[in-house]
């Protein structure tokens, strides 16, 4: 008598070591990241503090309250990505639909508001050393919005393409882990640039 | 160590944690900047201490080698099959091998998908088409009265032989294509890199579709 028993999930994925290999990947890709902004941060503790740059350097201004409102923006477009993902595993495709389609709004309204401030600052990257810190650490927060909001996209458009169950939901998941850093990043590059 | 992004709803709350302790030494550091310092002290120490105690709690990691069962006398086959996966050579070739009584069969059908579709993670058709094949296969099986298991894997036949190793320990490993000048595998030459990668004897059977359906 034949067994028939093959299991409706994926396989357990490949393991060269004894580390579970999302955690993994998951380390790896916080480490490059960390790498990769704390470069960014050298730079910037070089030239406000090594150097002594005033900052902002006058008679330029950093437009503090725009940027707090862009982080409440942030923050609160985490919050929406949250309720996408609980909306799904609780089986309410619509709760998904809002939540993403509001993620990516917020993010877009983030973008573009952190465009029009660049256009009205009054300085440029090439102005002083402070200039280049600001636009280096700010642009590469912003690129990696866009790389995020690209991946929401793809999840919004899925989800109203009916993918998505209570229980396969991980191309949401993915898009929310990524999306929640880049906000921890904002908070931390806000704070440092335009705080204190 | 606990990761704080393993999952969305971690991160969500890494997220928030991140909030409160920015803004707290945001907030001391516009007062006084001393304050602020110290507010950051004490807020980093706080969480050194949580991450220490944290990682004390997180279980060990298990290893993921799987532990063959059955008999010693047991042979183990492990089967990887496209499209011909319920091709009658691969069939006969199955039922001939387990043909003693001894053996246990396992088949792999990769969810084969297209490039931009596994880019994006959308493999539900795939898996599901996957599915199919797979429970076609083992019902021959079944009928030819061979005793089989199996599963969907990985879209890529060598890590999807990899990822079945770990928890079939086989002896011989059965690799179903089509024929040369069609099969995609041969092209990319799946057989030949699963014989310098795989250290078990590897079968290579190749199914013509198009003749079975002729015929």
Not at chain 1, 65 to 71: I, K, P, S
Not at chain 1, 129 to 158: D, M, N, P, Y
Not at chain 2, 89 to 99: C, G, K, N, Q, V
């Amino acid at each position: 008598m034949a067994t028939v028993d093959h299991a409706t999930h994926p396989p357990v994925a490949h393991q060269s070591s004894r580390v579970d290999a999302r955690t993994l990947g998951m380390f790896l890709f916080i480490a490059s990241e960390i790498m990769l902004f704390g470069s960014f941060f050298t730079i910037y503790f070089f030239v406000r503090v090594a150097a002594g740059t005033a900052w902002p350097t006058p008679p330029y201004q950093l437009p503090v309250f725009v940027a707090g409102m862009n982080t409440i923006i942030l923050v609160t477009s985490s919050f929406t990505m949250h309720w996408a993902l609980q909306s799904i595993k609780r089986g309410n495709r619509a709760g998904l639909q809002a939540g993403l389609v509001l993620t990516f709004l917020l993010g877009l309204s983030f973008l573009l508001t952190q465009i029009l401030e660049y256009s009205r600052i009054g300085f440029t990257p090439h102005t002083n050393a402070f200039g280049s810190v600001f636009f280096g650490l700010t642009g590469l927060h912003g690129a990696h919005v866009f790389v995020g909001l690209t991946i929401l996209l793809a999840a919004t458009i899925r989800a109203f393409r009916g993918h998505y169950t209570e229980e396969s939901h991980h191309g949401v998941e993915i898009p929310g882990i990524y999306w929640h850093f880049v906000d921890v990043m904002w908070i931390v590059v806000y704070t440092t640039v335009y705080i204190l | 160590m606990p990761n704080p992004l393993r999952s969305e709803g971690e991160a969500f709350r890494f997220l928030l944690g991140a909030v409160v302790y920015f803004a707290a030494i945001a907030i001391a550091g516009v007062i006084n900047a001393w304050a602020g310092l110290a507010v950051f002290i004490v807020l980093t120490a706080a969480v050194v201490v949580w991450w220490w105690r944290a990682q004390a709690r997180e279980p060990r990691p298990v290893s993921a080698m799987a532990v063959p069962g059955g008999s010693a006398d047991e042979r183990r086959i492990l089967v990887v099959a496209n499209e011909t996966v319920g091709g009658a050579p691969l069939l006969e070739r199955i039922t001939e091998l387990a043909s003693d009584g001894k053996a246990r069969v396992f088949v792999v059908s990769p969810a084969l998908n297209s490039p931009l579709r596994h880019l994006a993670s959308d493999e539900d058709a795939a898996r599901a088409a996957a599915q199919d094949r797979l429970d076609r296969s083992l019902s021959a099986l079944a009928t030819n009265g061979v005793h089989a298991r199996g599963q969907v894997g990985d879209g890529d036949p060598l890590q999807a032989i990899e990822d079945a190793l770990r928890t079939f320990g086989a002896d011989e490993i059965v690799i179903s294509t089509h024929p040369e000048g069609r099969s995609n595998w041969l092209e990319r030459g799946v057989v030949a890199n699963a014989r310098e990668r795989f250290a078990v004897p590897i079968h290579h059977v190749v199914v013509d579709l198009d003749r079975e359906r002729t015929s």
